[in-house]
């Protein structure tokens, strides 16, 4: 990969779920608003020609209320859903081209998810749990046991190894989804809501930890999430989405002091103070680098 | 994964948003089928009128001069039918039946003849021992005097012969079972085909399964073993296939996105994660085995049923009664063992 290409880019992406999707793209049809294809062709409108780029080594906030299509988005990228129409390179290669081996072979070694509800497997030790990505490649029991206790220490729970997920929080239960995402050292990780679930003070800590985290790793991250302080706080750019579209997409700074238009106002407009925000996130994004 | 309402779900919206006029009435012409086929009926036979059950009607004269009238009813020719397609079976098929039952019998001396070889205290013995690793005390004291119990009625023998009739009949059932179950969970097809058969299975009287046994394996075990393998492999079938659609999708999900193959989500999330339905299946199979090995004895399959049968014939309540319950306590044995043994299997894991 060269490294003045982005990391990903998607282009002009489409997913429409229903019976007959390509129905949507016909000329008369694809300038209507999302209600109206629902209401005419049963057709529901989930991604409307996103496009975007993620630089290597970025947070890249994708932000928006339930419904949005951020999630939609979040497995397009890893093709746990397929999209109906566009693009997405991974360092030059367009995935959707992928055959299935080929797209196993991109999951194993490329890039890795971490779940709103973690994904975990209930009958699996915390180290087998996190090893699992590794086990699945074929790695044998001991090189796999020390990533994945390298992993486990990395965020913090050094200890838990032997522990199986229904005997641990929440906010732990994630830190082993974070940590199954890092043991197989992927070069784009996905975070789908990944501190929607977990109480306020525990979300905060985590969202400190996985700055600091990645000011050592550099991971490219693509990080969805509801809450604009989230947004703020961890991303390098944020992209906005509203009915399956982007709104908005831009920096920080650009996000809260020119919002494109009265949907992103009013999320602006939730935050509380917006001199204390103009500062932080900048200073931390600094920091980071 | 969603929140309620996110588009993920949008599929199942489309199903309540209101459709094309048109559908609304589209039961209106078959309710007014219904109605002229009923009215022209009447009109032409009256409301007196017989189902047209014959199909074809003849006259042959008799020696003494008269004639009498053949009939042939639709379910004669019915019934022919399918007894035409069984003898073709059975001749056809000789070699396979021979085969299976061949295979079957000898395997079920060899267990027999390994089991009553051990000898009487030592077999009570590690099945106390067994109890009481999975189940303390109260399933040791059961074990051991039911088992005495058997012992002293004469009926140890008999009952050896029974346990090797359900051994290998829940064998072949879950060699059969355990596949169709995952098949049915992950094609729709094949569980829209399974379930009405399975259905079927369940609700038919078992002592109908008894009649192909003989006709393909004639009397004797195998005939038995096919009987009781057709009774006891629905409930694993089913629950294997709940327990695998039951697995959390978020499991399921992460997994294809770490790369896992179809084979690896199976064998490593899916059956996995549904070992307690799929084991309460293995349970439900095994103490069904048990029930219809027990009714095989009508053709000649032995054990403990061939008591129950004599007194039945004989006409001795009490002796009924003793190889009954000896049945019963096999059954409670049998039961406790394999729950404990699954429950401590999974305890750890879905404790809170």
């Known amino acids: 990969m060269s490294p003045d290409r982005p990391q990903i880019e998607v282009q002009g992406l489409w997913k429409v779920f229903g ?23 049963g057709a529901v409108v989930g991604l409307r020609d996103v496009s975007l780029e993620v630089e290597p080594g970025q947070i890249y906030v994708v932000m928006g209320l339930s419904g949005s299509g951020k999630s939609t988005l979040a ?83 050094g200890g838990w190894e032997d522990y199986y997920p229904r005997e641990m929080s929440g906010g732990m239960q994630q830190r082993v989804g974070i940590a199954r995402a890092l043991a197989v050292d992927p070069e784009v990780l996905i975070m789908d809501e990944p501190f929607s679930g977990l109480d306020p003070l525990i979300r905060r800590r985590m969202q400190d930890e996985l700055a600091a985290l990645e000011s050592q790793l550099h991971k490219t991250i693509v990080f969805i999430t509801h809450d604009l302080n989230e947004a703020i706080k961890l991303g390098d750019r944020i992209a906005i989405m509203r009915d399956g579209a982007i709104v908005q ?21 939730d935050v509380a103070s917006m001199a204390e925000l103009r500062g932080a996130p900048t200073a931390e994004a600094e920091a980071a680098r | 994964m969603t929140a309620p309402g996110d588009v993920e779900r949008a599929p199942d919206e489309r199903d309540t948003a209101p459709s094309a006029p048109w559908r609304r009435y589209a039961w209106l012409p078959g309710a007014a089928a219904v109605l002229i086929i009923l009215g022209v009926s009447l009109a032409v036979w009256g409301p007196g009128m017989d189902f047209p059950t014959t199909i074809s009607e003849s006259r042959a004269s008799t020696q003494g001069g008269g004639s009498v009238v053949l009939t042939e009813t639709v379910r004669e020719r019915t019934g022919e039918t399918i007894d035409g397609a069984v003898d073709w079976l059975t001749e056809e098929g000789d070699w396979l039946f021979d085969g299976i039952s061949d295979a079957v019998g000898r395997t079920l001396v060899s267990i027999e003849d390994v089991l009553k070889w051990v000898p009487w205290p030592a077999a009570i013995a590690a099945l106390a021992l067994l109890s009481f690793v999975v189940g303390r005390w109260r399933l040791t004291a059961f074990t051991t005097l039911t088992l005495l119990y058997i012992g002293f009625m004469g009926l140890w023998e008999n009952a050896i012969d029974t346990i090797a009739l359900m051994v290998v009949a829940v064998a072949i059932a879950l060699a059969l079972g355990l596949p169709l179950g995952v098949l049915g969970a992950r094609s729709r097809i094949a569980d829209g085909v399974m379930r009405p058969i399975l259905d079927a299975m369940q609700t038919m009287p078992s002592f109908v399964y008894l009649l192909p046994g003989i006709l ?31 697995v959390s999708p978020q499991a399921v999900e992460a997994a294809l996105a770490f790369g896992s193959s179809p084979w690896q989500v199976l064998t490593k999330v899916q059956i996995p994660m549904a070992m307690p339905t799929i084991m309460a299946g293995i349970n439900q199979t095994t103490l069904m085995a048990l029930a219809m090995v027990t009714i095989a004895s009508m053709v000649a399959a032995g054990g403990l049923g061939d008591d129950v049968l004599r007194a039945l014939q004989k006409n001795q309540p009490g002796n009924g ?9 096999l059954a409670i044995i049998i039961d406790r063992l394999t729950q404990s043994i699954a429950s401590e299997q999974s305890d750890r894991r879905s404790a809170g």
């Open chain 1, 19 to 41: 019976d007959d999707p390509q129905r949507v793209f016909a000329p008369e049809h694809i300038d209507k608003s999302r209600a109206e294809l629902q209401d005419q062709l």
């Open chain 2, 321 to 329: 009664l003793i190889a009954g319950l000896a049945i019963v306590f």
């Open chain 1, 75 to 157: 497995r397009c990228l890893i093709r746990l859903v397929e999209p109906t129409r566009g693009a997405i390179r991974f360092g030059g290669e367009d995935i959707l081209d992928y055959t299935s081996k080929e797209l196993t072979e991109f999951r194993r070694s490329q890039i890795a998810m971490v779940f709103q509800h973690y994904g975990l497997l209930p009958h699996r030790r915390v180290i087998d749990n996190v090893a699992y990505g590794l086990e699945i490649q074929g790695v044998d029991e001991d090189t796999r046991y020390r990533a994945a206790h390298e992993a486990i220490e990395t965020v913090g729970l």
């Open chain 1, 249 to 269: 997409e831009g920096t920080p700074e650009d996000i809260v002091n020119r919002p494109a238009d009265d949907y992103v106002a009013d999320f602006v407009q």
């Open chain 2, 216 to 246: 393909f394996f004639g009397l004797g075990k195998p005939a038995g073993i096919f009987a009781t393998v057709i009774y006891a492999v629905p409930p694993v079938i089913r629950l294997t296939n709940l327990g695998i659609r039951q």
